[in-house]
């Protein structure tokens, strides 16, 4: 790290001293060209691989997945059969990799500790009164608690978004440094929830807070508003995420969430991380998707160009 950068970083960790501070630091970043970013994405989008490319994309995409189930109806067994598959996607196929981890709900988390325990596997956890951040902080802060003592070693975190869109980026602030303090060893991932920020600019904003605050990765959505990852709002976030190494020297993860179904929807995103940020992001350590569907997507494509034949939709098991 050059002295620059770490005078910069030093200055930066000022910022969250006072509500001034980060107003003007927010407001005054660049702000985004909406038409610039959605035609970049859209760019980005329509580039082809090859075969062989496209099967590395596909067993990378494979490691990348946090496989999920965030429903009220979610029982001990469906959480331990979701953590077998994430353990071994394709029983049939021994060469398969694992997913990157497996997020439930924190009273599910013991469940799934069983299972993945050991296996490199990571245990992600909703937390803070997940989807809506609307509860007292105390009652976050012990919900985040409660899943890092039951084996969650990976915290999925909303913020306040009535907060942050009313100005009070401070408050917002120091609950994500207090969510963190509390997750101990626990990586922190922070959620936006970019469906409810309105603009890209808020987007920016909201990418940087989370960063400033400490987290480990920025997570575009929960999957439980109508609109959820889009790759425009994923590129400004990409973007966040490589100015700030470069105004910090920290590496700080990305993951689109919501809404991704298909291999061809996940290589598109991958094309766009190499091409925004580079290489260093392409692992699962930085980039994750938040899905359950699109695994079955992956096998199968994958099944495709290791026999040539698809494999039926129900060859898989429905998570």
């Not at 608690?145 to 869109?165: H, K």
């Not at 602030?173 to 509390?182: C, R």
């Not at 990305?254 to 298909?262: E, L, M, N, Q």
């Amino acid at each position: 790290m050059t002295a620059t950068t770490t005078s910069a970083r030093s200055e930066l960790s000022e910022l969250g001293r006072s509500e001034t501070a980060l107003r003007t630091f927010l407001h005054g970043l660049p702000g985004v060209d909406q038409v610039g970013a959605e035609q970049r994405a859209a760019q980005l989008g329509t580039r082809s691989i090859k075969t062989t490319a496209k099967a590395q994309a596909i067993d990378l995409a494979i490691r990348m997945v946090d496989l999920t189930t965030l429903e009220g109806a979610d029982t001990p067994g469906k959480v331990r059969a979701l953590a077998a598959k994430a353990l071994r996607p394709d029983p049939a196929d021994p060469s398969c990799p694992h997913v990157g981890a497996v997020c439930v709900y924190p009273a599910m988390v013991p469940y799934v500790a069983e299972v993945l325990r050991g296996s490199g596997v990571h245990l992600a956890s909703v937390a803070t009164a997940f989807p809506s951040g609307q509860a007292p902080l105390e009652i976050k802060l012990a919900d985040t608690r409660a899943a890092v003592a039951a084996g969650a070693d990976e915290i999925d975190m909303v913020i306040n978004r009535g907060a942050f869109l009313a100005g009070r980026y401070k408050e917002v602030y120091d609950e994500i440094v207090a969510t963190k303090e509390a997750s101990g060893d626990a990586h922190l991932k922070v959620i936006l929830e970019t469906g409810e920020l309105a603009t890209y600019d808020n987007v920016r904003r909201a990418s940087w807070l989370a960063m400033l605050a400490g987290g480990d990765f920025i997570k575009t959505s929960t999957g439980k508003v109508p609109i959820a990852a889009t790759m425009p709002v994923t590129l400004v976030m990409l973007e966040a995420v490589r100015d700030f190494r470069e105004a910090t020297g920290r590496q700080v993860g990305v993951k689109p969430a919501g809404g991704i179904k298909t291999t061809k929807d996940a290589i598109k995103y991958l094309v766009m991380v190499n091409e925004t940020v580079g290489p260093d992001w392409l692992d699962p350590d930085w980039f994750r998707f938040g899905a359950s569907s699109l695994l079955n997507d992956l096998l199968m494509q994958r099944t495709k160009l290791t026999t040539g034949t698809y494999s039926g939709p129900d060859y898989f098991t429905l998570d």
